[in-house]
């Protein structure tokens, strides 16, 4: 058996910044971080992968080079959450008792929702990938590389996971690398998405919805892939059809859902499964002893690196007032971003908060496609995550916007 003052179940984004934030407040020792995997990834960077940007070993770092000196690491799963006893179990059997609990356990990807999915992200020729793993993001390269000509499909499913932005990224930047390359005559784009909308800001929606137009990249709503057979990509639609796309290559964003070790614990989730949280305060709606950052959050705001920034400083705030008796007061306002690259030298830089308002942080309009952006998010956003934010020091970028954008324009 294990005590400890804070116990921090994940080691990702959400769990690595919090560890740091607690570990300059609380004896180091008193906290423990409980993570499976031995290796950090900076998922952002996936996108960047498939797209031959960067290269894959730059998107990971030892586990134990990211989380915080001195603290307790156990290197194993939580498989069960006892949250009326503060306890929780690991896979390997031990016993974990804590005072305060943040569970920043993310998401996982449901392949087995699409029926032939597995088998055809394990085939090197199949055409089938997704930048939303570790070990599939490659073949999205080398997909887009080998690309002879035909129909290209990227798909969106029903419910959004992490960085819905991500998926449609991918495809502008296929089509442009096969611009590029003078193969895109050769090449029939199709957007297919169970939305029904192409972003889900408005603002945001409209300029990439011109690009799509002048790139002429066919976007269909309404369509929820549901079956990989011989013929091609099989999808629902809206009104139960069955509709079948062709594809010699297919780019697939799979339906995510929380971990089943959280899910299965009845008196932490929502119906749907996720940690069910207070979406100002972040602690938990039944045990004040409890926090979530992180995607698998049930707060309605985008599934982001950038939405943990500011979420971690607000659950920072919140905990140490729990710990002190005192009332929770600060607020997350439910910021996301998603830096959408839309080629090779541009993109948008949608940020946004509840409510679907969007909340820039610089003074011109980041619905256009500008150079600028493009630098920010192959170079300054990498730097900015593996240097500030899991080490707990990036608050997002509140104070920046109020120097250079005061009245939020
Ligand atoms: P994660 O970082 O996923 O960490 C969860 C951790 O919990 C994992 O390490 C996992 O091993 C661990 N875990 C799971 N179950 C258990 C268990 N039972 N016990 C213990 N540990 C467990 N965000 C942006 O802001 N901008 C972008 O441009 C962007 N692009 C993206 C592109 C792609 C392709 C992807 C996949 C994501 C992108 N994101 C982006 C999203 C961003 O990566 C996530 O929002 C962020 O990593 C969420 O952090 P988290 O801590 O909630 O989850």
New binding site residues.
Partial sequence: THRCKLLV???????CSIAARFARKLRPDDIIV????KV??Y??L??LVGAGIKKFKESHRPQCSVLPKNIRWIQD???EFDPCNCVVHTCAGDKICYEYMVV????ENDYDKITGLKEALDDPKSGVST??SPHY?EKTWNNIKCFRGGHAVFTFPTTSG??S??AQKIMYLADDYWRRHKKRHLANITYATAGKAIFGVEKYATSLMRVADNRRIAVNYCLDLVELTKIGAVFVDDAGRTITLPYNLLHVTPPMSP?A??RRCTELVTDAGYLHVDPRSLQHQRFGNVFG????LSTPNS??????SQQTAVVEKNLISVMQSKEPKAEYNGYG???LLTSYSKGILAEFIYDKKPFETFPFDQSKERRLLYHI?TKV?PYIYWKRMITGKWDGPGKIRKIINPFGK
Avoid: R
Wanted: net charge neutral; with cysteine.
């Fill in positions: 179940v994940g080691g990702g984004t959400g769990g409980v993570e499976p995997s950090h990834y998922q952002p996936f996108t799963q939580v498989v920043a356990v993310g998401l930048i939303y993001c992490k960085c932005g991500a971990p070790d959280l950052v992180g995607d698998c599934k982001t690196a950038a939405a943990v971003a998603c830096p998010k956003f």
